[in-house]
């Protein structure tokens, strides 16, 4: 079936800075590192907070401490020439959900600090949850029809619609659900439940990524490479996704995602050595590993399933490389806590941060977890202090709506850990 084009990202910078040139204004707020000089007389400096901001995207206040100040700005969005477009509106009210198992309210993860945001658009998740069957299942042939009710209570349409409010289509939406679920095949199929073992993974690792990354190689081996995408379900997975992605992406976006994605198949491989070596890492060992094994390729890729691009000079600066690490690393403790007692009926020892925590630093398993919490909030606080400084430092509109993006992201990963009921379910520490 061939993929649907999609227009190429579009600029979103206001008229007057365009004239300037994007390479002028990134190189400028990149060597410079002052935003303010770089766009003097260009663009207006966001205005500041002195009155209380209703709560963006819907959110009701935050539980648990109060975020860094002037998150309120990030997520509110730029103001000024050119800027009106870039704010990302939700109903006033969540649409109404369709009764289904997938819309169980879970209970949070008590003292875990998050934004409640509202429930994904039901039709836009029907669509979406249509598609990527029919993706999964006919297009790729990626499961056998046995595992159809563990993909249907994956609820990934309904996942990617909560993490990406601002896609303009279902079709951008798409991009984002293919590679999540050809990114849980590789892990799934090459590194856990079915099939995994840490025994010859960095060669099926290496494999894989060549279709993420393809082989440049001479005419007579080149056939033979091409076949080997074919030769199981997460080949054939990422292959067909990193297609639809470079179609709809820019060059420096696909080239981003690449990168991303060898970080987490060496995270994948870390965990891999210390499983084969039947071995605990200390607490700081074992996040420099969820560092690289998370969700990072999920949050980054917020701007192409926006349907933009955040230029790659903003990307690479390191405050923005912070903030998405954090980011990364905040949901992935996410999904450590809501999975845990999912991980402990599973054969064998999986490592997660309780599990790390208890057994490095002598804890019990419910103040290891407790711990695990504060570990996280403490993520989530840093997070928000560095997304709110890079904001007033760097108010280029594209800077602006990335860091709402990858917000939304890490708001809507929570909502569906928490209330994927089919899947997680919490220990009974409290």
Same mark, same amino acid.
């Given at each position: ?7 190429? @990202? ?88 369709? @009764? ?17 945001? @509202? ?307 919490? @220990?009974?520490?409290?």
């Amino acid at each position: 079936m061939p993929a649907p084009e999609l227009p190429p @990202p579009q600029s979103r910078l206001p008229e007057a800075a365009s004239h300037l040139g994007a390479h002028v204004l990134t190189s400028a707020a990149v060597h410079a590192c002052d935003a303010k000089a770089a766009t003097s007389g260009l663009l207006p400096a966001p205005p500041a907070v002195s009155a209380p901001v209703p709560p963006p995207l819907g959110r009701p206040a935050a539980e648990g401490p109060a975020p860094g100040a002037g998150l309120e700005r990030i997520l509110r969005g730029p103001s000024g020439l050119g800027t009106a477009g870039l704010r990302l509106t939700l109903r006033e009210e969540p649409p109404p959900s369709h @009764p289904s198992a997938d819309a169980a309210e879970g209970m949070p993860v008590p003292g875990l600090y998050f934004h409640p945001v @509202p429930e994904p658009d039901p039709v836009r998740v029907d669509e979406v949850s249509r598609r990527i069957k029919s993706w999964a299942m006919e297009e790729v042939r990626l499961y056998p029809e046995d595992w159809e009710e563990e993909f249907d209570g994956f609820s990934v349409g309904r996942y990617m619609v909560g993490c990406h409010p601002d896609a303009p289509t279902v079709e951008h939406l798409m991009i984002a659900t293919r590679l999540m679920v050809a990114e849980n095949a590789v892990d799934d199929c090459y590194c856990e439940d079915h099939g995994g073992s840490p025994i010859g993974l960095g060669e099926r690792l290496l494999l894989a990524h060549t279709a993420l990354d393809p082989l440049h190689t001479t005419q007579e081996y080149r056939p033979q490479w091409a076949k080997s995408l074919h030769a199981d379900a997460p080949r054939r997975a990422y292959r067909s996704a990193m297609e639809y992605f470079v179609r709809a992406a820019g060059p420096s976006q696909a080239d981003r995602l690449r990168h991303d994605m060898a970080r987490l198949h060496m995270g994948y491989l870390a965990e891999a050595a210390w499983s084969q070596l039947d071995h605990v890492p200390e607490v700081w060992e074992y996040l420099a590993m969820r560092q690289f094994n998370n969700f990072r390729p999920c949050p980054t890729i917020t701007d192409t399933v926006g349907g933009y691009e955040l230029p790659a000079d903003l990307h690479a600066q390191a405050a923005m490389q912070k903030v998405i690490a954090l980011a990364g690393n905040a949901t992935t403790i996410v999904n450590d806590l809501y999975s845990y007692t999912k991980e402990l009926d599973a054969p064998g020892r999986h490592l997660n941060l309780p599990v790390v925590i208890a057994a490095r630093e002598g804890l019990s398993d419910r103040d290891a977890y407790l711990k695990s919490v504060e570990v996280h909030n403490d993520l989530m606080h840093d997070f928000e202090t560095e997304a709110s400084a890079l904001s007033a430092s760097c108010p280029f509109p594209s800077v602006q709506r990335f860091l709402r993006g990858v917000a939304a992201w890490v708001d809507g990963n929570h909502h569906w850990h928490r209330s994927n009921t089919y899947r997680y379910s919490l @220990p009974d520490f409290w």
